[in-house]
Nanobody, 124 residues
Framework: QVQLVESGGGLVQAGGSLRLSCAAS????????MGWFRQAPGKEREFVSA????????YYADSVKGRFTISRDNAKNTVYLQMNSLKPEDTAVYYC?????????????????WGQGTQVTVSS
């Protein structure tokens, strides 16, 4: 059973930084794509970033490109999202997701496994 557990959310002022973590267990994730999504109140869940576990290729939404960095630690089976220069519009619940696929996917419906989410609040 795949389990994804996010952590690292919190309250931060605009311009600040946070690092989210997603601890993955239950499978060997070498063939997986790991994604980060977010959902703000009253809005649909949206793609933020993704990484191929094997090879480490990455992809970002335009809204976070240059500010966020996704990475993974193979030894810890953990994926990270380093968020810098945070803006109030980054406020949302952030979710980690996993899909056993080689191609990076951006659609919410493409991912099979989800974490419980972690709240990120950016004050102005």
């Amino acid at each position: 059973q795949v389990q994804l557990v996010e952590s690292g959310g919190g309250l931060v002022q605009a311009g600040g930084s946070l690092r989210l973590s997603c601890a993955a267990s239950g499978r060997t994730f070498s063939s997986y794509v790991m994604g980060w999504f977010r959902q703000a109140p009253g809005k649909e869940r949206e793609f933020v970033s993704a990484i191929r576990w094997s090879g480490g290729s990455t992809y970002y939404a335009d809204s976070v490109k240059g500010r966020f960095t996704i990475s993974r630690d193979n030894a810890k089976n953990t994926v990270y999202l380093q968020m810098n220069s945070l803006k109030p519009e980054d406020t949302a619940v952030y979710y980690c997701a996993a899909k056993n696929v080689h191609t990076i996917m951006v659609a919410t419906t493409s991912y099979d496994y989800w974490g419980q989410g972690t709240q990120v609040t950016v004050s102005s």
